[in-house]
Structures are given as C-alpha cells and as structure tokens.
C-alpha cells in the first residue's frame, strides 16, 4: 500500500500495521480525554475512524478542525472496540491539510434539499449521495466498454462538429469561430448523435460504438432532457432488429450486474435515501425477459386502459412519456420492448416493414424512465433510402456520402443510442437527470 486510500486501508490493512490516511472530515466528536474523526476520501462511502489523543504531535492544530476539513493522520491500525467498524486509527501524528471554516461550509448538516445541493455543484460531490452518484457512473461507464468488447465491439470516435443533421433529432447548437467567419466553409452544429459516422466504420469493422458527448437544444424544461448528455451508440453490420435488442437487453443487465457487484454499498445507500424501490427494481429488470410488442399491441393496451391520459392515444401519434411509464410501470411491471413504430413519426433512415406503414424502429422502455434506448434496424435498400429522403422532403445531396454506404456492399445493420444519463438515473434512483451528471448544461443553466 504505497498511498492507500480510506477503503484499501479498510479492506487490507492488518492489526498493529503503522500508516497514514489522507481524507476529508466527516464529523468530529470530542470526549473527555480524546478526539475522534471520522475520515471519507471518496474511494467509497466508507470512513475511517482516527481517535487522537492530546499531547500527539500536531494536536494542537485540532483546535478549528470540523467537517470538511482535510487531513493526514498518521498512527497504527487498532481493532475497534467502538460499534459499527472493525479497524480504527489510533493516532500518533495529525497534519492539517486545509481548513473549512465552520460558519460558511455549506455541507455540515446532513438533509439538504437536491435543488440546494444542485446551487453547490461544485461541492456536492462531497456529498454521500452525490458521491454514490458519480461512483456508480463512473462504474457504468467502465462496464460499458467491458460489455462491448466482450461481444466484439470495436470503440469509436465520431465527430463532435458535424455539418450534417443526423435526425432532425430536433434542435442543434451552432459553432462559430471567433477568428474567422465561415470556418467550416459551411455552417457547421454540434452533433446530436454520432449513428451515421458510426454506420460508415460499422462497414468497414464490423462492430462498433461510440461513447461521447452530445447537443440538443431541447428547449423544455423536463428532468429527463439536457443539452449535453453523454450518449453510447452501438452500430452492428450482419444484425437485424431481434439482434438489436438481444444486445439492448444484455447490455441493460450487464449495467445492473456491475452495479450489484462494484457498488452494493452506493446502492444501498440510493435505496435508504432516494428511492426505497431502488433495489428492487434493479432485482426485476436484471432477472427478467424483456416484453416485446409491437406498436399497434402498444397502442391497444393504452386504448384498453380506461387510463385519462393527458396526451391522447391514437394509432400514429408518437408516445408520450406518460403512456411508456404506464406501460412498463403499471402493465407489465418489467422493461418493455416496443418496435414497428409508423414511419411518420420515426427517422428517414429506419428499415422499411413489408406493411409500408411502419419501420423497424425499437424503444426500450423502463420503470422510473420511460425510455432509455431509442434504436433501429437501418434501411440498407439504396432506393428505398433514397426514395424515403425525397418523400420527406430533403435533399439527396446532403446525403452524398451515406448514400455512398449502401451504394457498396449494403447489409442488414442495426444500432441503437443509450442515453448515458438515463441510465444512471435508472441506476441510483435520482429523479431528475441534473443530479446524475457533475455540471449539468441545461436550458438557463450552464454554471460552474
Ligand atoms: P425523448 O423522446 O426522450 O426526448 P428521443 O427519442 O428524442 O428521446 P433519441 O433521439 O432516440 O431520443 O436518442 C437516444 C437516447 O438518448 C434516448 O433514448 C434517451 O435515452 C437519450 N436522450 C435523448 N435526448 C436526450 C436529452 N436531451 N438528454 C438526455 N438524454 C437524451
Ligand atoms: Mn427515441
């Protein structure tokens, strides 16, 4: 253990073994004769409890230490005779490393508000549950790339400037250079999603995903959208619709696997705290089979509900997230797969049904969220395609180099785009989607 961080310290250090443990004040507590303080560093919800005596080097820099604090404490691993942890430190040198003035620092008390916490986003992940928050992001993150290279999967980078609108996917953000008008040569936005780069690689590698940053300039105020949310598109030449969401529903559980595993603690603190159905939940969506239905099937349950929905349900009219939740929440009570969506209200690029009304699109619908995947199976037929871009409208000539595509060795492919954010929201319970990234950018936010 050459630094070791508060949880190496917990797992691995052994009775009578001398160390030094860096972290931030937890809480303080004096008795009569002695200190104790109660140190986190962030490697886990964990701390660790340093009990200090007077007299030890360094002890009289004690006097203005409180939460938020931060220290070194040097001493010799004890057992604890205290209840609620195995190890303690007992102090022989303390070092202040900085103080935190105990007027001012926001985070003494416990029970703050999420719409307070979110007025210090700089300082919530000192937080317990922010800092559950972002460890099992970063976790996610992580098994994100161990699920896609297992299945063979080869990483990508798309482009994060674009001058082509992937979707119409609604509203874009404009870049402009400040030196120069016209960088680009032509107007040029921010991506909305990385799907058409990645179909281009999908062709020469086979399988591929992406994992980056993206912009949309939704200018609504819901807590499931933001402007720049981090998005996973895997893109799979050789696979249809069904394998598309084979590999949806594996990598959905492959996420709550890797949080069971890395992060039960985290997770059982979200439970305690944000959501009581946390585990719950994560227990149902990682041991069932996904529902499949289609669209109409979809649409006939919603008429039969005897539910008063706000929006109305119609044959062709899009869903609303009140009509998903239902679904998955109320009806099948597990994650719900829906896919044959009207070509009307779906991408131009979406494979064409036999019926000539609907497209092999697919949702993925879960409890809390309503849907966390949006995907298809891509049109590889080079005059469909083309017929479909000029039913809707468009100009061929800003699809050059798609085209191009299926112009040469056309194959079935399919993909599909998690939104990063979504999915950490499912994971830990959080309710509204700021609190699942660090810095959210958002319509009227942008700080810090
Ligand atoms: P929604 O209907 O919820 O607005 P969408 O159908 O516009 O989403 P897609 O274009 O299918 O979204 O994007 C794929 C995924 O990206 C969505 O399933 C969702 O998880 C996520 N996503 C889309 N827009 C946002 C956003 N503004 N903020 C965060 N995540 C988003
Ligand atoms: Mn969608």
Redesign the pocket.
Known sequence: MAKPRIIDILDKAEIGQTLTAYGWVRSRRDSKAVTFLVLGDGSSLKTLQAVIDPGIEGHAELTHVGTGASVAVTGEIVASPGKGQALELKATRVEVLGLADQESYPLQKKGHSMEFLRSIAHLRARSNVFGAVFRIRAALAQATHRFFAAQGFHYVHTPIITASDC?G??AMFEVKASTKDHFFGRPAMLT??GQLNAEALAYGLGRVYTFGP?F?A?NSN?N??????W?I?PEAAFFDIHDDMDLAESYLKALIDTVFAERGDDVELLGKFVDKDLVKTLETTRTATFVRISYTEAIEVLERSGRAFEFPVKWGA?LQ?EHERFLTEEHFKVPVMITGYPKEIK?FYMFANDDDKTVAAM??LVPR???????SQREHRLERLERRIVELGMRLEDYTWYLDLNRYGAVPHAG????????VMFCTGMVN?RDVVPFPRAVGQAAF
Do not use: N
């Open positions: 979707e996917a609604g909305v999603s993206t949309r939704e819901t499931r959208h933001l402007a720049e949310f998005m598109e899009d997230s991408s949702d993925v969220i309503g849907e966390i995947i949006g995907g599909f785009g998690l939104g990063f954010e979504r999915a989607i």
